[in-house]
């Protein structure tokens, strides 16, 4: 599928068979969310040293859980077929798939040489509007805020038979110029047949 | 406007938590009760103050208890509080007849009144996170209260609202 194709479904499903809600409270609940496992998760021993890297993980749980659904709802909305390669996969993920949820499209950059390994760099991110991280000299080193959206792209990913790893490398929030995840694909998934199935 | 929206399936169950809610045991489901309570307080309370800025401040319990029916709700659940009563002593009776959160869920009819009852407490888990986020956005508008969630038919909702110094 061409690049304008995708953004064309795009456009036309958020515009016409999205529900939507404000933004501002998806922002307050998800910032609410993160900074909730920031207080409950903290480093052995401690009291108030949050685990970023459990922070993390959990994020991405949660994200995994969300995906291995929204793949669903994606599927039905967008009415796409599957994907030819990578780079298709690449274009309908920024320009439809962010684009009906959270209206947003990060620009697909930076190909490995095996073409096999993407990024996507967030101009926007509805997650992270007014947010700063906290003040404590280890998060902008350790926390990716808006980790669940790794998550959200590994399980969905995972339910069209593609493993992938998925992860973020730069976030404003940090300090760095921009906000890019990485998405390497480690392999299709074989469908195989249930033991003993006639 | 299209810019400030994102898309939405609906309540805070995107994680697929609470489906499980009912089968915890009392103090696993306490503590999970009092963190959703908690984060929507939070929520409330951002929502209340961003919100309400461009509009004349709310004088009387009543004006402040109808920002949240007519103006907070809509933000959050696209429609308006349905019915709200009041014994004119400090409490106060939310009831949305269908409520966007339970609007979806379904009952195995064939499984008899008793799978019935157990609808409606896995239900209730839903209905934690609204209720901290009108105790939220009360507070920020100078009213504290207790606010109690409660569904015996799906899809209505009510939220008991009882205000500091409320007489019964």
Redesign the interface.
Known sequence: MASSKAARIGEDV??SR?????????T??YG??V??LCRDLLLPNTTSSTDYAAVNAELDR?GY??GL?LVE?FLAKSNTGACQNLRETAEVISKTGFK????ITPIVSGWSSDGKSFGLVFEEN?LADFVELPDDGRSQEELWYSNILCGVLRGALEMVQMQVDVRFVSDVLRGNDTTEMRVTLLKYIEDEMPPDDE | S????????GG?S???APSTAAGLDDGTREALYF?LN??GY??GQ??AE?FSTNRPRPVTPLETIKFICKDLWP??F?KQIDNLKTNHRGIFVLTDVRFQPLSRVSVDRRAGPRAAEELVRRAQVYLVFPAGVIRGALSALGIEATVQGETTEIPTATFQIKTKGAKA
Do not use: C, H, Q, Y
């Open positions: 958020w515009k999205t529900e939507k809600i404000n933004t501002e409270i998806v307050l609940t609410t969310i900074s909730s949660m859980n969300i659904r709802d009906i949820f959270l209206n509805p | 299209t810019t400030n929206e994102v898309a939405t399936k805070v995107s994680t697929g963190r908690n984060m939070r929520v951002g929502l961003r933000l959050l696209r």
